[in-house]
């Protein structure tokens, strides 16, 4: 019984963790594209950086999906 208890809470705890990964990284790709769209002429390094911004983040909201899904089927 401890052990489900444990699991849960541990389940919970890495979901606040995603979601705050999921905000701190949108905020990191407006604040970029923030300075990109002001940019004369951008770098091909700030171009890459805005491109891994986006790719991870559309990573973490995959995950939190999945998450979100086997929620509600366990439920």
Known sequence: MLGFRKKGVLRKEEEATLYEML?????SIDYQKKLLAHSVDPSEELLNQVKRAEALYSLLLREARVRHRRKQKGS
């Open 23 to 27: 905000e701190r990284q949108k905020e």
